[in-house]
């Protein structure tokens, strides 16, 4: 079921991009709240070993195995993120189409279901409507989430490019938004929606702790939906 075929006006998501395997004790967290998530995968990078440089410290950057795929985010969703993670804006549309749709393809083979979502690659300007325009016409993805969060809990009619409230590392905000979401009262269809890498929760210490947190307060609430965005937004 998703949220506008049930009676509860108010919707709570995730989106977490890259694949990487700290995705496997986000999960764990979500799991023990009863919360669901949506994990965007780039195929063409499944199994890759990294390392990355945040805050002065030698963060993992580890990718799934395809193999493993399945398995991992079991109960969830699993969204695209394209073959590469390249800047979309920048590339001629027959490879934005193949970037776009090859990933989803790879992906829904792996998984076992149609992927139909995606989240746009890169920081900045990472989308346009030249983008989504041509992902709506040559690809079989029906949603996509851009990284402008906009604090909103208000349902949006572009799904193409999507902005999520709020990200997950502005652990402040976060919290007054989930207090105000929770408390609200509401009349028609609101959704609460994160976002983030589950990697960044390795730059410091306590930030697993932030979250968990706020997991505690957005969970188990009577009258909150809690489900994948393709249940939320479609």
Not at 179 to 196: D, P, S
Request: net charge negative; proline share 2%.
């Amino acid at each position: 079921m998703n949220f506008k075929e049930q009676e509860k006006l108010k919707a709570v998501t995730f989106s977490y991009d890259d694949g990487v395997t700290q995705d496997i004790r986000l999960i764990e967290l979500l799991n023990k709240y009863g919360l669901k998530c949506t994990f965007n995968l780039n195929s063409n990078l499944l199994g890759k070993a990294g390392m990355l440089n945040r805050n002065g410290k030698r963060i993992a950057h580890y990718k799934i195995h395809p193999n493993d795929v399945k398995t991992i985010y079991d109960g969830h969703e699993v969204a695209a993120h394209t073959l590469t993670h390249p800047s979309l804006p920048t590339l001629e549309e027959s490879d934005i189409i193949h970037q776009v749709e090859q990933d989803r393809c790879n992906l829904s083979q792996l998984v076992g279901y149609e992927v139909v979502g995606m989240a746009y690659p890169g920081g900045g300007v990472n989308n346009d409507d030249r983008v989504a325009g041509i992902i709506k016409e040559h690809t079989g993805m029906k949603y996509s989430r851009t990284i402008a969060s906009n604090d909103s809990f208000d349902l949006q009619s572009n799904l193409l490019r999507f902005s999520p409230t709020v990200y997950h590392l502005d652990f402040e905000k976060m919290m007054e938004l989930g207090q105000k979401f929770v408390e609200l009262k509401a009349e028609t269809h609101k959704i609460f929606y994160i976002w983030g890498h589950s990697y960044e929760m390795d730059y410091e210490e306590d930030y697993w702790v932030k979250l968990e947190e706020f997991l505690r307060l957005i969970a188990n609430r009577n009258d909150i939906f809690y489900g994948t965005n393709k249940e939320v937004l479609l």
